[in-house]
């Protein structure tokens, strides 16, 4: 069973992402002052003050409120989350940037570049530095620049999500359950009747999954099951155990089991319908990845004959479901299949903080951008694929 073909990411697209994230990365001590000097000038300027200080909480939520993302003519919206590398040798870059890159040469819209994303990003409040500096030179508690940081991104990224139309490109290589972009803005494009799952187009490529009996994970690869799959129920552990009882199973539902449970409840075309089956039975066959994989052959020989089960078919063996990746990022990006801490430009958070709420930033910006599973690279030749490695570390910036 074959992975989907996508378009590609050109070698110049590659590059440029980089230089943008170098540049952008480049935070000298002149760049922290003029960041923190702007965003209190701005605060006074709109009389925005507790007392001697000014109110960074107060103006970042009001901004953001008040200047909702405007639909960009004739523009697709581009989401991101993690980062991604074009093959296993070169460097990863963040998904954020890639997106940044991409909208160059692909007319994409960011929304770290809509008017009041541009000027949140300016802030760099995603840049632990440029908070410390607020909080000795202006007396700003950090916590409170947080606070303020994490809803203005939040509700731009809502808006950005209902200003969309028609279709969505999306920057992530696995979309982790708790980024902003697999736990807000994914669902919701999902369930929006004018977009839905046939409209949202992955760019970069999903990584492979080692543990995965191959049909599976070419099947995890198509855009509408991704689309509705996150990483934490295809994990080679299974899902935590908020997620089996959110999905209404038992603690002890064996993860190939749960897989195929999540699996029978996506919205699908009726030309994924019969694949999705095969891999339903396929999953339900054996009660671990280890023994579908040892099973190989004989499985496989057998999956167009079994009609779909579910899971409460069967008696699912005994055992823990293990648990799922951290789930504190909000904005997270990945690097092709193992994403990595990174700052995203414009939303996402810092190293430390994990995923994205407008940007991907596990505290910050609810917005997320665009995978990774792309090989990027040279065009023509098929970079070689990264395993996936395990669960997602924090990202940073708005993305997640």
């Given at each position: 069973m074959a992975r989907p073909s996508r378009a590609r990411i050109t070698a110049a697209e590659w590059n440029d992402a980089h230089k943008i994230q170098k540049d952008y990365k480049d935070l000298t001590p002149d760049?922290?002052?003029?960041?923190?000097?702007s965003l209190v000038e701005d605060c006074r300027n709109s009389g925005y003050m507790v007392g001697p200080r000014v109110d960074v909480r107060g103006y970042l939520n009001d901004y953001a409120a008040r200047n909702p993302v405007d639909r960009a003519d004739h523009k697709t919206f581009a989401f991101w989350s993690y980062e991604s590398a074009p093959d296993a040798s070169s460097d990863p870059v963040e998904n954020h940037f890639l997106a940044k890159a991409c909208a160059k040469t692909r007319g994409y819209q960011v929304l770290s570049e809509t008017s009041t994303g541009e000027k949140l990003d300016s802030y760099r409040l995603f840049d632990p530095e440029v908070i410390e500096y607020?909080?000795?030179e202006y007396n700003i508690p950090e916590s409170e620049t947080e606070e303020g940081r994490d809803r203005a991104w939040s509700d731009l990224s809502k808006s950005f999500v209902e200003a969309s139309r028609d279709e969505v490109h999306v920057f992530v290589p696995d979309v982790h359950q708790e980024s902003i972009l697999g736990k807000d803005e994914l669902p919701a494009l999902v369930s929006r009747p004018d977009i839905g799952p046939e409209n949202i187009h992955f760019v970069t490529d999903l990584p492979e999954h080692a543990h995965l009996p191959r049909e599976v994970d070419a099947f995890l690869a198509h855009d509408q099951v991704r689309a509705q799959v996150t990483?934490?129920?295809?994990?080679?552990?299974?899902?935590s155990a908020d997620v089996l009882a959110d999905a209404g199973l038992p603690p002890d539902t064996r993860p190939p089991h749960a897989l195929a449970h999540k699996l029978s409840t996506i919205d699908l075309s009726p030309?994924?319908?019969?694949?999705?089956d095969r891999v339903v039975s396929l999953l339900n066959s054996r009660d671990s990845y280890a023994e579908l994989q040892q099973s190989g052959r004989d499985v496989a020989a057998t999956r167009g004959s079994v009609p779909a089960v579910g899971v409460g078919t069967e008696a699912p063996a005994k055992g823990s479901s293990g648990t799922s990746p951290g789930a504190e990022d909000l904005l997270s990006r990945a690097r092709a299949g193992a994403p990595k801490p990174a700052h995203s430009a414009g939303t996402g958070v810092p190293a430390a903080k994990e995923n994205h709420v407008g940007f991907d930033a596990s505290q910050a910006l609810p917005h997320a951008g665009p995978p990774k599973r792309d090989g990027g690279g040279t065009q023509g030749k098929q970079p070689p694929r990264i395993p996936h490695a395990g669960g997602p570390n924090r990202g940073q910036g708005r993305g997640d």
């Open positions: 760049r922290v002052e003029a960041a923190a000097r607020l909080d000795i990483m934490d129920h295809y994990s080679k552990d299974g899902p030309d994924l319908m019969d694949e999705r």
